[in-house]
């Protein structure tokens, strides 16, 4: 069986601290045929120096290129950057304060060619925090149709980009580049994807490394949280209207379900009224109607929002909203979630 080359693509931006490990976690892979993509997105660190050094002592140098943005432009400009470089059969994304297991790229590769997938995932463990859910996608099963969709609306895995291999010419033929300019860019990326991928397993032993400190990208949330957030939104809406197929009960239930987390967030980082009822009307106004398609039960009761006067729409949306968050942390505690 033939294996070929994967693409590792690492932007850079102040991982001074982790992009040794990193680098050595990718170059240390059992995987021969790799290349690693450095994006240096103009950090004002010194994590390419630090990247370097690393590079230079390591026997598998030669495997490495790094590419300089004359500007700082972003993750999602970054991770575009190294798509558009890359020359690989397959496609990895991995965060520069990251890490993975030494087997990850190799069984990873096994399982795309073994069953022909157009995504294999791997596990992943946070280090340093527990914020993130865990993984519950069962290993070794493939899934395709609904089923990628219903996974994703029961977060059995995840939208971040990395932990999972592509073919790469799925990436390229389907345009799945990354917005630019806005944060949250997994959220849109992957529920595109989702509807592009023909079938997707997850894969034991092929473990990735979520490193949560204190420098990274999250924190308090502002306005430009949530402008970015309302762009999504109509970024999904306008991909479900332009491609009425997909105009399915799964489908749409996930995108009325990615509103409501949306919401969620919004409304208890931020606590403001005023944010709140910016949000709602992006997601009054995306609302996707198709003749025949029954959405999930929660999903179906939100929905009635759309058949109120707008007032009492919002109302109804955010108390049942409130009132779901509420019953959820109770259980939380009572150790029955």
Request: aromatic share 10%; charged share 20%.
């Amino acid at each position: 069986m033939t294996r070929g080359k994967v693409s590792i693509i690492i932007p850079v931006f102040n991982a001074e601290k982790y992009i040794s490990q990193c680098l050595q976690s990718v170059l240390g892979q059992t995987y021969s045929d790799i290349e690693v993509i450095l994006i240096d997105d103009c950090s004002p660190d010194r994590s390419i120096p630090v990247a370097l050094n690393t590079i230079a002592t390591h026997p598998r140098k030669d495997a490495v290129r790094i590419i300089h943005h004359e500007r700082n432009q972003g993750q999602s400009c970054a991770r575009n950057t190294g798509i558009a470089a890359a020359t690989g059969e397959y496609i990895y994304f991995i965060d520069s304060d990251d890490y993975i297991a030494t087997d990850t790229i190799s069984l990873l590769v096994d399982a795309m060619q073994r069953h022909d997938i157009d995504m294999a995932i791997g596990g992943f463990t946070s280090v340093g925090d527990n914020r993130v859910p865990g993984f519950r996608l069962p290993f070794g099963k493939i899934i395709s149709g609904d089923e990628i969709f219903n996974s994703l609306y029961r977060e059995e895995w995840h939208v971040m980009p990395w932990n999972k291999l592509f073919k790469a010419d799925f990436i390229k033929r389907n345009k799945l580049y990354f917005e630019p300019g806005i944060i949250h860019e997994d959220d849109l990326w992957t529920f595109i994807l989702a509807t592009k991928a023909r079938s997707i397993m997850a894969v034991k032993g092929a473990d990735y490394f979520y490193v949560i400190h204190d420098d990274a990208t999250t924190g308090k949330t502002t306005m430009r949280h949530l402008n970015c957030r309302i762009k999504i939104i109509g970024l999904m809406h306008s991909h479900l209207t332009a491609n009425p197929q997909l105009q399915t009960p799964a489908v749409l239930s996930l995108f009325e379900h990615m509103k409501m987390l949306y919401m969620r967030n919004i409304h208890n980082k931020m606590r403001n009224s005023q944010c709140d009822r910016q949000l709602y009307d992006a997601i009054r106004r995306n609302h996707v109607s198709s003749s025949g398609v029954k959405l999930y039960p929660t999903e179906r009761f939100l929905s009635l929002n759309y058949k109120l006067p707008h007032r009492l729409g919002y109302w109804l949306y955010l108390g049942t909203i409130i009132a779901m968050y509420k019953i959820m942390m109770l259980k939380y505690r009572l150790g029955i979630a």
